[in-house]
């Protein structure tokens, strides 16, 4: 296992304008998330804006200090990390971001970026970094030449193999992708998603990929865990979640997926109402405003978080 | 009821004319839908901008074609006309209703300012009638969200109120623009699904820009799949899906990871998309396309008819079909 999270939590002070520092609620951006990310393997995180994708993200990447809950690295908890731990974990897991017009610094040279994450005491003469970006370069189809250019010469893929590029040339165990798709021309989505395959069975990477593509995520991930209000719902094999959804906040979410077929038109289910404000989340079961199968005690009681068939875990008072 | 013909919309910037439109034609029945479809910078957005004559000036120009609307041509009128045409007959959903609604005025005012305006309507019918409005797109509550601004709504309820002042003098042909790209997938289900019942209520027109192919199955009547500032193939949707006819459409629909399918190799589509102002003078597709032949290098390919109301602008199809 390299990463596992024990019942997260990230809250963050709703503090108002004119009394700054007082808090005055609470936001529960991520809410009791436990999941596991295995060597190798692609958790795909689903959910809508607001779920707290992200803020898992950030926690997963030590952007953010959890306010309750464990973060296990190959079994070591992060709050006991030494120095030398963090230095492994940074160098370990990595992330490319959603936006390549924004995540590249346009004033310095890629040669630059790329190597950006390697510490400066790492012992490599400057020819020997030099000639490994360039090896990585190829690697995700870029011209080794291209290390001496600026991200504006390149076009939005480009770019985004060039973010690629830099997290793994600390050759990491794991990449977060956030969103590593969504900014991207349709028609060079496909040339990402395949390179993020074929690196992650050439190098063995494991990824944590979020996404609110439910098409996207299928096609890269192993498993997936569905989120709704910062807790998540449901999680199962990739396959299994989509072919037999239980929770129904997946099924809906599913439904809502459109299939790339005109005849393919299925029982859709249309939710009502919006997700929920994430400082003041509905009692009981989070999801019971809108659930299409809501009974009594979901207003009340927080669904348990149980394993409903091998290997597929949900909370949901159906089952 | 609306016919364009050879569209042409071009942009002079310093580097050289852009030709962001490129002889767009197309024609709409009442009650419609008909998908322009595309990557970003195909021209989608800047054929709607050229129908309501809403092209950014001086930079960009229409320089040809007709736009033939009810059997008038737009392209004629005196832009007081053109006033009365936009908002009233022909309305435009947007994008990105937090930037296309006033972050300074309430909700029922931006309404109203449009009903007020194309029907002259004063008092109590006026707000009847904005009320009505807002209801016709199931906004809850809509007496007490006259008073409410927008950062006040969440992202589906701007879009809708959006629509709704939109759809307030029941024009005949909405633009929706990537109505529902800045929204959630359950609400943007919400969100067309309602979209649809309106247009069956009223019979009103949409022409739909997207780039989400599933959108257009589910939603569309016909396709136009737009490419370097044309319209490369038409057809109904499932005309289209079942039988692509130019490359570029069979290669964005086999590029396209599909909830349904599980794990099909996705086939990419090498290369990137043209520079407008510095087009090639034969097929604009011709560098990326598996199946290049040299005559694509040479001249932009004639319209090859593919069935009834179905064409595409490919050199291997017209060989195929000769």
Not at chain 1, 285 to 299: D, G, I, K, L, T
């Amino acid at each position: 296992m390299i990463l596992q999270a024990i019942g997260l939590k990230k809250h963050f002070p709703a503090t108002s304008s004119f009394h700054v520092g007082r808090a005055r609620g609470w936001i529960k951006a991520v809410d009791g998330v436990s999941v596991q990310v295995a060597e190798g393997e692609t958790l795909g995180i689903v959910g809508e804006s607001g779920s707290g994708k992200t803020t898992l993200a950030k926690l997963f990447l030590l952007l953010e200090r959890a306010t309750e809950g464990t973060l296990l690295f190959e079994g070591k908890d992060v709050r006991a990390f030494t120095r030398q731990d963090f230095a492994r974990y940074r160098r370990s897991v990595q992330a490319v971001f959603q936006d390549p017009y924004s995540s590249l610094n346009p004033r310095m040279r890629v040669e630059h970026i790329v190597s950006e994450p390697l510490p400066s005491d790492n012992g490599a003469t400057r020819a020997e970094v030099g000639e490994r970006v360039r090896e990585i370069l190829e690697l995700v189809g870029l011209r080794r030449d291209s290390a001496t250019l600026y991200p504006h010469e390149f076009s939005g893929g480009q770019r985004q193999r060039i973010a690629i590029a830099r997290a793994l040339v600390t050759y990491p165990k794991l990449i977060i992708l956030d969103e590593p798709v969504s900014a991207l021309d349709v028609s060079i989505r496909a040339q990402i998603l395949n390179l993020l395959k074929r690196l992650q069975e050439r190098l063995g990477l494991a990824y944590v990929m979020i996404s609110h593509d439910l098409a996207a995520a299928r096609y890269l991930s192993t498993r997936l865990a569905v989120m709704y209000a910062g807790k998540v719902v449901e999680t199962g094999e990739c396959d299994a979640v989509y072919t037999e959804p239980l929770h129904p906040y997946t099924q809906a979410l599913l439904s809502a997926a459109l299939p790339l077929h005109p005849s393919a038109r299925r029982q859709r289910i249309i939710l009502a109402g919006e997700v929920p404000n994430p400082a003041n989340p509905p009692p009981g079961c989070r999801f019971h405003p809108r659930c299409p199968r809501a009974m009594p005690q979901c207003e009340s009681q927080e669904p348990e978080w149980r394993e409903i068939k091998p290997g597929r875990f949900a909370a949901c008072h159906l089952y | 009821m609306l016919v364009v013909e050879d569209l042409k919309t071009y942009f002079y910037t310093r580097r050289g004319i852009t030709k962001a439109v490129d002889g767009v034609s197309f024609t709409l029945e009442a009650g419609e839908t008909l998908a322009l479809v595309g990557e970003s910078g195909s021209g989608k957005s800047v054929t709607c901008l050229s129908l309501v004559r809403l092209v950014p000036e001086p930079a960009g120009r229409i320089v040809g074609g007709r736009v033939l609307f009810q059997g008038e041509d737009l392209l004629e009128k005196s832009p007081a006309q053109m006033r009365h045409v936009r908002g009233k007959q022909i309305a435009m959903v947007l994008q990105d209703p937090m930037t296309s609604l006033n972050p300074a005025l309430t909700i029922g005012s931006q309404v109203s300012e449009v009903v007020r305006l194309h029907q002259g309507l004063r008092g109590s019918t006026l707000r009847e009638r904005v009320l009505d409005a807002l209801s016709r797109l199931r906004i809850p509550g809509a007496e007490t969200r006259l008073r409410t601004y927008q950062h006040q709504l969440s992202g589906g309820m701007r879009q809708r109120v959006s629509s709704a002042i939109a759809m307030s003098c029941e024009p005949r042909l909405l633009i929706a623009d990537e109505p529902t790209t800045a929204l959630d997938v359950t609400i943007q289900a919400q969100y067309l699904e309602l979209l649809k019942e309106v247009q069956r209520s009223t019979g009103v027109a949409v022409i739909l820009v997207t780039h989400d192919f599933g959108i257009v199955a589910a939603h569309a009547d016909r396709v136009a799949v737009m490419y370097a500032g044309r319209i490369v193939e038409m057809g109904s949707t499932l005309q289209v899906f079942d039988n692509p006819g130019h490359p570029y459409t069979r290669a964005l629909l086999r590029c396209l990871p599909d909830v349904e399918l599980t794990r099909h190799e996705l086939v990419e589509i090498g290369g990137q998309p043209p520079d407008l102002a510095r087009l090639p003078p034969g097929c604009p597709f011709a560098p990326r396309c598996p199946e290049r032949q040299p005559i694509c290098d040479e001249a932009y390919p004639p319209s090859v008819p593919l069935g009834s109301g179905h064409a595409a602008h490919c050199w291997v199809a017209a060989g195929a079909h000769a």
